[in-house]
């Protein structure tokens, strides 16, 4: 039914940018809600941003002024555009949503930002 799928990670410098893609490949449902999280290596995973069906989003604190979050809801896509890209954003990536009550994660990107 629900397969997230992730693209648009790798190694960039510090300063530069990247962009997320997370797309389903199963159930083609608009869903309400759609998440991005990251986890780094021996921390918890964390909510980086997240955006509604009508274009609500919610950002991490570290991330403000920084990242956007965006879907285009006929691809039933969502998007995170990375800009200013610092060190510590260093993690893997995965996106979240929530179908019938459960939970789904894509498989994770890896983003690794060098100094």
């Known amino acids: 039914q629900v397969q997230l799928v992730e693209s648009g990670g790798g190694l960039v410098q510090a300063g530069g940018s990247l962009r997320l893609s997370c797309a389903d490949s199963?159930?083609?449902?608009?869903?309400?809600?759609m998440g991005w999280y990251r986890q780094a290596p021996g921390k918890q995973r964390e909510l980086v941003a997240e955006?509604?069906?009508?274009?609500?989003?919610n950002y991490a604190d570290s991330v403000k002024g920084r990242f956007t979050i965006s879907r285009d809801n006929a691809k039933n896509t969502v998007y995170l555009q990375m800009n200013s890209l610092k060190p510590e954003d260093t993690a893997v990536y995965y996106c979240?949503?929530?179908?019938?009550?459960?939970?789904?994660w894509g498989q994770g990107t890896q983003v690794t930002v060098s100094s």
């Open positions: 199963g159930s083609r449902f608009i869903f309400n809600y």
């Open positions: 955006i509604t069906v009508a274009g609500g989003t």
């Open positions: 979240n949503t929530i179908f019938r009550s459960r939970s789904f």
